[in-house]
T-cell receptor, first 114, second 110 residues
């Protein structure tokens, strides 16, 4: 079975550019999460969706960040404009809501803003 | 809010046992989890324990849960160099999302 698929795996962009990260959750999963990982702050939950609806976006750092989930098999995390402090690994994860709530992670998108 | 805390580093010799500790605040957690992150990779689920259990063993892994003290530990027997990674404990909050600890970086030396 395919796991959570993220793209791009690596991106280097210049400050001020728009960055779009993409995620395809595991088929049948109805919860989707975006996490950010940095050395300084560890693993932070940015936003999560249940049945394509954003439930909690309190972790989104600024208005420059936005996330969408137009359907059950696709989500995007957009940063516009990007800044050097946005450099991090961004993980998408999915789960079946309820039960064990086991979350499965993608391999991450490694973003460097120069 | 929910908080999950771990020590940052652990260094052990190959063949010894490793014990990684975690404390959490949300007593309503029904499941608690251990994830492993190898360099350059995402987090992989290692094991989990249901909150009404005290212990769970899975091959070289033993999870101990002390609900009274809100303390969770992961013991790795016969630690190998391939076990070198970051280990995260996590607990559900509001039934929907997982809150992760800071991660413990385990270094295994020969």
């Amino acid at each position: 079975d395919a796991g959570v698929i993220q793209s791009p795996r690596h991106e280097v962009t210049e400050m001020g550019q728009e960055v779009t990260l993409r995620c395809k959750p595991i088929s049948g999963h109805n919860s989707l999460f975006w996490y950010r990982q940095t050395m300084m702050r560890g693993l932070e939950l940015l936003i999560y969706f249940n049945n394509n609806v954003p439930i909690d976006d309190s972790g989104m750092p600024e208005d420059r960040f936005s996330a969408k989930m137009p359907n059950a098999s696709f989500s995007t995390l957009k940063i516009q404009p990007s800044e050097p402090r946005d450099s991090a690994v961004y993980f998408c994860a999915s789960s079946v809501r309820g039960g064990k709530n086991t979350i499965y992670f993608g391999e991450g998108s490694w973003l460097t803003v120069v | 809010g929910e908080d999950v805390e771990q020590s940052l580093f652990l260094s052990v010799r190959e063949g010894d046992s490793s014990v990684i500790n975690c404390t959490y605040t949300d007593s309503s957690s029904t499941y608690l989890y251990w994830y492993k992150q190898e360099p350059g990779a995402g987090l992989q689920l290692l094991t989990y324990i249901f909150s009404n259990m005290d212990m769970k063993q899975d091959q070289r892994l033993t999870v101990l849960l002390n609900k009274k003290d809100k303390h969770l530990s992961l013991r790795i027997a016969d630690t190998q160099t391939g076990d070198s990674a970051i280990y995260f404990c996590a607990g559900p909050y509001n039934t929907d999302k997982l809150i992760f600890g800071t991660g413990t970086r385990l270094q295994v030396f020969p």
